[in-house]
T-cell receptor
Framework: AQSVAQPEDQVNVAEGNPLTVKCTYS??????LFWYVQYPNRGLQFLLK??????LVKGSYGFEAEFNKSQTSFHLKKPSALVSDSALYFC????????????FGKGTRLHILP | GAGVSQSPSNKVTEKGKDVELRCDPI?????LYWYRQSLGQGLEFLIY????????KSGLPSDRFSAERTGGSVSTLTIQRTQQEDSAVYLC???????????FGPGTRLTVL
């Protein structure tokens, strides 16, 4: 079955350290991959997406994600974490079928410790 | 407007009452989605509209839930005979097409007493 997984419910990182939020997927065909962020009491905001081209995608707020086809992963990264990066992060993937649609992972809560 | 808007921002209702939640998508976006999010958890897909096609209702949890989209723009999610387990944040999103980037509204926080 086509799916997207975020294996970590929560990630804790010290401020200034690099951060990684993991995402793996299983889809038919070439994947379209997305990352969204949700700050407290807010709707989701688009961060970045991979459709084709360079495997390293740069997005908003200094985030980037690396598409790895062999590992079917699309991990979100940032070289130096800020306390303000603390939020809920969602990975999403396009799935093909009779009706193409986008499905979301369960989310990973990122805590940046001062 | 510049983004997706939802109203009301908060709704408190009594068990058994009906509620209507409204979503105004970004102008020109043909795709519109409704999701439910409980207690800061993951997104639960509810329903999806694409242009004039029949909506994808596969995520609606019960027949108490329904939604319509008038004129390919504004959408209303209706919950009949609300139950306490319906308490959640209801998020609306729109996109240019079904596989394009989704832009989310701020959500409606529904509390059923």
């Amino acid at each position: 079955a086509q799916s997207v997984a975020q294996p970590e419910d929560q990630v804790n990182v010290a401020e200034g350290n690099p951060l990684t939020v993991k995402c793996t997927y299983s889809v038919s065909g070439n994947p379209y991959l997305f990352w969204y962020v949700q700050y407290p009491n807010r709707g989701l905001q688009f961060l970045l997406k991979y459709i084709t081209g360079d495997n390293l995608v740069k997005g908003s707020y200094g985030f980037e994600a690396e598409f790895n086809k062999s590992q079917t992963s699309f991990h979100l990264k940032k070289p130096s974490a800020l306390v303000s990066d603390s939020a809920l992060y969602f990975c999403a993937v396009r799935v093909l079928g009779r009706d193409d649609k986008i499905i979301f992972g369960k989310g990973t809560r990122l805590h940046i410790l001062p | 407007g510049a983004g997706v808007s939802q109203s009301p921002s908060n709704k408190v209702t009594e068990k058994g009452k009906d509620v209507e939640l409204r979503c105004d998508p970004i102008s020109g976006h043909t795709a519109l989605y409704w999701y439910r999010q409980s207690l800061g958890q993951g997104l639960e897909f509810l329903i999806y509209f694409q242009g004039n096609s029949a909506p994808d209702k596969s995520g609606l949890p019960s027949d108490r839930f329904s939604a319509e989209r008038t004129g390919g723009s504004v959408s209303t999610l209706t919950i009949q005979r609300t139950q306490q387990e319906d308490s959640a944040v209801y998020l609306c999103a729109s996109s240019l097409s079904r596989t394009d980037t989704q832009y989310f509204g701020p959500g409606t926080r529904l509390t059923v007493l």
